[in-house]
């Protein structure tokens, strides 16, 4: 198995534009988690989903953020219009979570999307 | 609301001595305790988790709850082990796993 794969690993854009980063989960997997790591603030969760739906968007930083898992293998974060204060690294992560049971907490992470807003 | 605390943002030890990587925690309901390691051009992965009570690569982490603390600790420091460690908080049972900002640990040869 890859593991979590994400796309684009690098992205540069200019103030204004749209930005979709990508992931695609672990097979199996049945949540998927939105993460944005900065040097001030560490890693921030966006949002997150279970079963494709969305659980917990309380993260997400402002109505120019949105995100969609249209099925169980992909899902898409996407800034529009994208600012140079958006300038992080983006994971997704994901995670079986079996009902009823403790969680494990343990999070499978993508490699990350670098996004630079100039 | 759940809120992870690491006061350092960097530490450097010296090979052999001991490590130990704060984190505080604070959280109404019965919490679940992780950490995550960070080691250059990998990914983000488990290191441990309070529940198992396990030690990982010479790593222990006792939770606290008095204290409500979850520091990591090595008695010697080894060269490999320099890499960002993040503490990380849910409650028990639930999935939404919060994240400290971190700590990135160099060990000086």
């Known amino acids: 198995d890859a593991g979590v794969i994400q796309s684009p690993r690098h992205e540069v854009t200019e103030m204004g534009q749209e930005v979709t980063l990508r992931c695609k989960p672990i097979?199996?997997?049945?949540?998927l988690f939105w993460y944005r790591q900065t040097m001030m603030r560490g890693l921030e969760l966006l949002i997150y989903f279970n079963n494709n739906v969305p659980i917990d968007d309380s993260g997400m930083p402002e109505d120019r953020f949105s995100a969609k898992m249209p099925n169980a293998s992909f899902s898409t974060l996407k800034i529009q219009p994208s600012e140079p204060r958006d300038s992080a690294v983006y994971f997704c992560a994901s995670s079986s979570r079996i009902a009823g049971v403790a969680n494990t907490g343990e999070l499978f992470f993508g490699e990350g999307s670098r996004l630079t807003v100039l | 609301a759940q809120r992870v605390t690491q006061p350092e943002k960097l530490l450097s030890v010296f090979k052999g001595a001991p490590v130990e990587l704060k984190c505080n925690y604070s959280y109404s309901g019965s919490p679940e305790l992780f950490w995550y390691v960070q080691y250059s051009r990998q990914r983000l992965q488990l290191l441990l988790r309070?529940?198992s009570r396990e030690s990982i690569k010479g790593f222990t982490a006792d939770l606290n709850k008095g204290e409500t603390s979850f520091h990591l600790k090595k008695p010697f420091a080894q060269e490999e082990d320099s890499a960002m460690y993040y503490c990380?908080?849910?409650?028990?049972?639930?999935?939404?796993?919060?994240f400290g900002t971190g700590t990135r640990l160099t060990i000086i040869p």
């Open positions: 990380a908080l849910s409650g028990f049972g639930n999935e939404k796993l919060t």
């Open positions: 309070h529940i």
């Open positions: 097979s199996g997997h049945n949540s």
